[in-house]
T-cell receptor, first 111, second 118 residues
Framework: NAGVTQTPKFQVLKTGQSMTLQCAQD?????MYWYRQDPGMGLRLIYY???????DKGEVPNGYNVSRLNKREFSLRLESAAPSQTSVYFC??????????FGPGTRLTVL | AQKITQTQPGMFVQEKEAVTLDCTYD???????LFWYKQPSSGEMIFLIY??????QNATEGRYSLNFQKARKSANLVISASQLGDSAMYFC???????????????FGSGTQLTVLP
């Protein structure tokens, strides 16, 4: 039972490059979330998926897209990376309205 | 708008002593949840404890307890018998319903860095 897994753990991009962050959970949770954490700050919600087949914008969605591939997987895509997107990205999952459990994070640097 | 405030950027505690980490919140929603997460230097976010806004009793989980004072809008974390492994960043967070009410968003405070001294 791995919980929430994320790949990759680290990534360095050049400005303008694209990439997809992968997230998977094996807890049969309905809801999944993507957050970013900037230095000295708490996490901020980028996008969420309340259930399979639905996605919605969170607090800071600009520059990102998401796909809820199935109940287990929720990916985050950066189409044209910018230095302002340098951050640590966390995926989380929960049963509908319950506690959110987080993955180990992806540390992204955009040069 | 929902807001979480953690006023202690850093705290020190002696091993085996108790420590209280402060958290105040602001919301106009009647239904919300309060959480504490631990983030060690390795970076993962570890769920510690949860308190619902309608819960009458303070939540406890092992050495962790949440001192919930609704009228004061505070949700302080108390760690008893501190251990060296408790050294980490601690985040207070509040959940509230978003969009159609089918999911919750977490709003986080800026965190408190706890250092346990031997």
């Amino acid at each position: 039972n791995a919980g929430v897994t994320q790949t990759p753990k680290f990534q360095v991009l050049k400005t303008g490059q694209s990439m997809t962050l992968q997230c998977a959970q094996d807890m049969n949770h309905n809801s999944m979330y993507w957050y970013r954490q900037d230095p000295g700050m708490g996490l901020r919600l980028i996008y969420y998926s309340a259930s399979e087949g639905t996605t919605d914008k969170g607090e800071v969605p600009n520059g990102y897209n998401v796909s809820r591939l199935n109940k287990r997987e929720f990916s985050l895509r950066l189409e044209s990376a910018a230095p302002s997107q340098t951050s640590v990205y966390f995926c989380a999952s929960s049963r509908q309205l319950d506690t959110q459990y987080f993955g180990p994070g992806t540390r992204l640097t955009v040069l | 708008a929902q807001k979480i405030t953690q006023t202690q950027p850093g705290m020190f505690v002696q091993e085996k002593e108790a420590v209280t980490l402060d958290c105040t919140y602001d919301t106009s929603d009647p239904s919300y949840g309060l959480f504490w997460y631990k983030q060690p230097s390795s970076g993962e976010m570890i769920f510690l404890i949860y308190q619902g806004s309608y819960d009458q009793q303070n939540a406890t989980e092992g050495r962790y307890s949440l001192n919930f004072q609704k009228a004061r809008k505070s949700a302080n974390l108390v760690i008893s018998a501190s251990q060296l492994g408790d050294s980490a960043m601690y985040f207070c967070a509040m959940s509230f319903l978003i969009s159609s009410g089918s999911a919750r968003q977490l709003t986080f405070g800026s965190g408190t860095q706890l250092t346990v001294l031997p």
